[in-house]
């Protein structure tokens, strides 16, 4: 299971550890040199801010990240992705989702239990 | 046709208790429009001019007696009694209150019918060629393949957000009847030099504003590495397709703005990061699609009753011999004919019909035809497996419903997208078009003798009634709040695939019939006739011979 975060509330072990890694309009993997990769790819926690949720490249992003890059560490959205769209992050790879305040936590863990998996 | 396993249907339910509970918390107010909206469309669920619209996926075109009952019901208790076949074999449903939706999912799910993915920036319902498995000029049956990409792509969590929608086409025939050539990813079915089985792969066709033909990106992948050659382009595509500009954000705009072979070079280069790490198919589990589409059992016919009924024919009446020439089909089994189901009777706008239609249609399709009916691009419906000696007794069950027009092919036969009268993108009213020039060529002698002859309307320029491919093209455009209709000859779908040639300036609504009659008798000046009536040169063959250039001065005189 998916861990939920609220805001402010993130896991305090990890916090020193923690890169934000802005999925801006100009973010793609290539952009990333090989020396900054290998630093991302060295952390414990990769915490990938979205800032529009139609922007999928994000998708591909994270699904690069755990086979390509092997990323073994946790990674973590926050931003302005839709909670409809967090049992598909889930299955790119993601394992943390950094809520904002008053979301609706009961619909986040309906959808992450109960989306069918695409096993291909 | 392919039957749902437990998984698939705890799948469906699964996905459709989601969305329920979205529509809900979206009708409490607590998800915004904006925040919905993405939700919605992958559902299927569009907001049109006077009500929700929902368009139910039908894989490939193929749907069961069943299906059919469930789409009927549907129709009968949640909508004004009718539905619509679409250009890309789906159906929709005009007319639902937003109140019913959940309840009409649950009915469609209980017949496996859904509406995910049938619209939104995410891979669309894989179509295909409505005379797969049947047909004569066929090489592999496409249908094993467009499940597994419709199993693949359904619910595939990384192209869900592509930046726009993804049209995937197939087929496994010599002849085109899938328009391959104007899909985002095309693929033919084919043998290599060694027999082995594979896809020939096209990219970056489509119709809309701006309507290009495919180009060949691989002349043969093999069919275990079809679903990795495809993630390869929807990567390179989700990463380097335009999200600024939703008019050129299409696949087509990106492999023109960089050139076939670097799109080419960077499918090639992700295939081989993809292939290291994904699960390779096997020719097992391509099997187990393909048990699914075994050859129902044909009767053997005898060459003696095939005569009998051939010498028949002759003294049947001319209602049927038209209805046999133009809407009965070569079939690969000995004894058996395909049947088109006309949808462009004069009394319905084209590809809409009726619950009782479909009812009986359902009945039919069980009583003649192994319980399967393939819906069609050109928005009619098939029965594909009809024995020779039950032509006559399922040709007057269609007559009797105005489902036998023997139209198929011809002027009267035409696509058209519904238009002002529903559609919240259109310009200008498809239809009423489209019902004026039918009541033009309402004399089918008239219209046997124009013979083939393909005429599309789309009420603008997002081409959902593919206006490019068609011999003659009819496209509605606003001009400061009138309604105005271009026209375009000489296009055509097929292994040709052309974009008609834009004839002139545009027309209003109600000189179209007149514009149409006139290059319709500017055509039958300039064919040439053989003996033979079958045999006469086509309209698009004069086109091809005359050029348009003809048929402008005709239509315009020399001025222009």
Known sequence: MAMLIKQGGVISSHVNNQVDVRFAADLQHENITHDVMQQLLSLPLLNIQIEDFNDGRVFSFIRLLRTRYQYKGELRVSG????????????????????????????????????????? | ????????????????????????????????????????????????????????????????????????????????DYCHVTTRQNIQFNWLALNDIPQV??????????????????????TSDPFAGVVEDELIDPRPYCELIRQWSLGHPEFAFLPRKFKISM????????????????????????????????????????????????LFIPQVDILDYLTSILRVYNQYGRRDNKYKARIKILVKAIGIDKFKAQVEQELDNVQQYS???????????????????????????????SSALQHKSVEFKNWYQRNTHAHKVSGYRSVTVSLKDHANAPGDIKSHQLQTIADLCEAYSFGVARTTHEQNIVLADVRFDQLDDLWHHLN????????????????????????????????????????????????????????????????????????????????????????????????????????GPAFKASEVPVVIEKIIQLYLCRRVDTEAENDNESFIETISRVGIKYFKEGVYGHAH
């Open chain 1, 80 to 120: 302005q992705y839709l909670m409809d769209q967090i049992a598909m992050l889930k299955a790119c790879g993601v394992d943390s989702f950094v809520f904002s305040e008053g979301s609706d936590y009961e619909h986040a863990l309906f959808i992450l239990s109960n989306t069918p998996e695409n096993t291909f």
């Open chain 2, 1 to 80: 046709m392919y039957q749902y396993n437990e998984r698939d249907r705890s799948s469906l339910s699964a996905r459709s208790d989601i969305f329920q509970r979205q529509l809900a918390r979206h009708l409490e107010g607590k998800v915004s429009d904006d925040d919905f909206r993405p939700v919605r469309l992958q559902q299927g669920l569009y907001i049109q001019k006077h009500a929700p619209m929902l368009r139910i996926a039908i894989p490939y075109g193929m749907v069961s007696a069943n299906q059919l009952r469930a789409l009927a019901d549907v129709a009968q208790r949640y909508d004004k």
């Open chain 2, 105 to 126: 999912l649950t009915r469609l799910a209980e017949a496996d019918l859904h509406s995910i993915q049938t619209s939104g920036n995410c891979i669309r319902n894989i």
């Open chain 2, 171 to 218: 087929t496994g025939s010599k002849k085109d009847r899938a328009i391959i050539q104007a899909h985002d990813i095309g693929l033919r079915l084919v043998f290599n030099a060694q027999n082995e089985i594979g896809f020939q792969v096209l990219v970056g066709g489509g119709l809309g504003r701006t309507p290009v033909i495919g180009t060949v990106l691989s």
């Open chain 2, 279 to 309: 699960k390779p198919l096997t020719p097992d589990q391509i099997e187990s699609y393909a048990v699914h589409f075994q050859q129902p059992e044909y009767d053997h016919i005898s060459e003696h009753k095939l005569k009998q009924f």
């Open chain 2, 400 to 503: 009797t419903l105005n489902l036998a027009s023997p139209n198929i092919g011809t002027i009267n036969d035409m696509i058209c997208c519904p238009g002002l009268d529903f559609c919240s993108l259109a310009n200008t009213q498809s239809i009423p078009v489209a019902k004026a020039i039918q009541t033009v060529f309402s004399d089918m002698d008239y219209v046997f003798d124009i013979g083939d002859l393909t005429l599309n309307i789309s009420g603008c320029m997002n081409a959902c009634a593919h206006h490019h491919l068609a011999n003659i093209g009819i496209l509605g455009v606003d001009k400061k709040g009138q309604q105005f209709f271009q026209i375009s000859l000489g296009g055509q779908k097929g292994n040709n695939t052309t974009i008609g040639k834009i004839l």
